[in-house]
């Protein structure tokens, strides 16, 4: 970890801000599961270095093996894909 945040901050991007975004499972009731949830957050990349914000890490950390379905993590500025167009480009 300590590693981790000396080399953030030497290159000077421990304030950069990333979005990370993921699905969460909608929950069963009565027998029938809900909506799936798409859920963000903006963190800068020393306070996930740092574990300030354990919300995010938390879903770092169960990945898709719990209740998230899937995991996408992008810079500033870029111009993210929808996760629809991308399957549908994988199966064509």
Do not use: M
Request: net charge positive; with cysteine; glycine share 10%.
């Amino acid at each position: 970890g300590d590693d981790l945040v000396d080399a953030l901050r030497t290159c000077e991007i421990s304030n950069r801000h990333v979005c990370v975004k993921w699905w969460k499972l909608g929950r069963w009731v009565y027998g029938y599961r809900g909506r799936d949830e798409l859920l963000f957050r903006w963190v800068s990349l020393g306070d996930l270095a740092t574990e300030e914000d354990g919300s995010v890490l938390g879903v770092l950390r169960r990945g898709t093996i719990h209740e998230v379905l899937r995991v996408q993590i992008s810079a500033v500025g870029h111009k993210s894909i929808p996760w629809s167009y991308q399957v549908t480009q994988r199966l064509e």
